[in-house]
C-alpha cells in the first residue's frame, strides 16, 4: 500500500512541476538578445539642417525611414540628399537605400547611386553615377570603392573609387583606373 | 592630320583629379592621351579648361614625348621634351627642356621648340632661359 502511495506522490509532484514550467516560446518572442529592435517609423522624412547663419546646409528627404534602439542605426528607402552652400551650385545625391550612423556623421548610400551638380557661370552641370557611397556630412566630403562614371556636357570621366570634396571649390579625386573622353571643339 | 583637331581627346592614365580652385584636371601615372593620330604620353598631364572647353594640355615626363602623322602619305613626326604644352585649338606644340624633335630622318634639338602642327612647320630656339642653342640634323634626299 505504501508503494502505491509513494508513487501516486511522485506522480503529483511530477506533474505539477511540469504544470509550472514556463513556455519555451514565450521566451523566444519577449527577447532575443543581439536582436536590433525597430523602435520607431516614419513616412515621408524631411530632416532640415542649417548652419550658423541660419542658412539652409543640408537636407535628407526619404520615403520611409525606421529607427533601431540597439544600433541607433537610421535606415532610409530612395534617400535624397541635398547640399547647398551661399554662391554655389547645388549638388543632389540619390540612392536606392541609405543607412544613417547613430551620431549622423556617416551616411551610407547603397545600390544605384547618383550625384549632380549644377551648372554655374564657370563650370557645366555634372553627373556622377555610383554605387555604395559613404557621405560624411560634417566634412561634405564622400568617398567609393566602386565604379564611377562622370559626365558633363558630351566629356565623360571613369574611374574605379572617388573621393569628392563638395565645399567649394570642389575637388573630385580617381584614384585608379582613369580614363577620359573630351570633345574638343 | 588635318582633321586631329576635331576628333575627341581619348586620355587614360593611373589617376584624375578635378580642382574647381584652378578649373584644371590633372591625370597622373602612365597618362596616355590620343587625339586623332596625334598621341602623346607623359607622367602627369594637367589640363586646363576655358570656360568649359578642354584649352591646354600640359605634359609633363621624363621625357614626355608625342608622335604625329601631318599627312596621311607622310612619315611620322615625333617630339619629345621635358615638358610639351598642347594648345588644342590653336593647333601648336611647345616641346622645353632637351627638346628633340624628328620627322624622317631630319631632326631638330634645343631648349624649346615651337611645333605648328598644321603646317607641319617648326621654329627652334629662343628659350625660356635666352639660349638660343639649336642643332639640326637634315639628311639629303638621295637623288635618284
Given at each position: ?15 505539477t ?43 535628407l ?37 541609405g ?48 565604379p ?38 | ?16 583629379d ?21 598621341e ?36 611620322w ?17 611647345v ?49 635618284p
Amino acid at each position: 500500500m505504501r508503494t502505491w502511495l509513494l508513487l501516486l506522490l511522485l506522480g503529483v509532484l511530477g506533474f505539477t512541476w511540469w504544470a509550472s514550467r514556463p513556455e519555451p516560446s514565450a521566451i523566444s518572442t519577449t527577447q532575443t538578445p543581439g536582436k536590433d529592435v525597430q523602435d520607431y517609423s516614419l513616412n515621408g522624412l524631411a530632416l532640415r539642417q542649417f548652419d550658423i547663419q541660419g542658412q539652409l546646409s543640408h537636407r535628407l528627404l526619404a520615403e520611409d525611414m525606421q529607427h533601431y534602439r540597439g544600433s541607433g542605426l537610421t535606415r532610409i528607402q530612395t534617400p535624397e540628399y541635398i547640399l547647398y552652400e551661399q554662391g554655389s551650385p547645388v549638388w543632389t545625391v540619390n540612392a536606392a537605400r541609405g543607412e544613417l550612423s547613430s551620431d549622423q556623421t556617416l551616411l551610407k548610400l547603397f545600390g544605384k547611386t547618383t550625384l549632380e551638380r549644377e551648372a554655374d557661370d564657370m563650370h557645366p552641370a555634372m553627373r556622377l553615377e555610383t554605387a555604395d557611397l559613404r557621405i560624411y556630412p560634417h566634412k561634405e566630403y564622400a568617398e567609393t570603392d566602386e565604379p564611377v562614371t562622370v559626365t558633363s556636357e558630351q566629356n565623360w570621366i571613369k574611374s574605379t573609387g572617388m573621393q569628392a570634396w563638395f565645399k567649394s571649390p570642389t575637388r573630385i579625386l580617381f584614384p585608379a583606373q582613369a580614363r577620359a573622353h573630351y570633345v574638343a571643339q | 592630320l588635318p582633321s586631329d583637331k576635331d576628333a575627341p581627346v581619348e586620355i587614360e592614365a593611373d589617376s584624375a583629379d578635378i580642382d574647381g580652385a584652378t578649373n584644371t584636371t590633372t591625370y597622373r601615372g602612365k597618362v596616355r592621351i590620343s587625339q586623332g593620330s596625334m598621341e602623346l604620353k607623359a607622367d602627369k598631364v594637367v589640363i586646363t579648361f576655358k570656360g568649359r572647353k578642354p584649352h591646354i594640355l600640359t605634359a609633363t615626363g621624363t621625357p614626355a614625348k608625342f608622335r604625329q602623322k601631318p599627312e596621311q602619305d607622310k612619315g611620322w613626326v615625333t617630339g619629345q621634351g621635358r615638358t610639351i604644352v598642347y594648345r588644342i585649338n590653336s593647333e601648336e606644340l611647345v616641346l622645353t627642356g632637351n627638346a628633340v624633335l624628328t620627322q624622317n630622318d631630319d631632326s631638330f634639338r634645343s631648349d624649346r621648340i615651337v611645333y605648328d602642327r598644321v603646317k607641319a612647320r617648326l621654329k627652334a630656339g629662343a628659350a625660356a632661359q635666352g639660349s638660343e642653342r639649336v642643332k639640326v640634323i637634315i639628311h639629303p634626299q638621295d637623288t635618284p
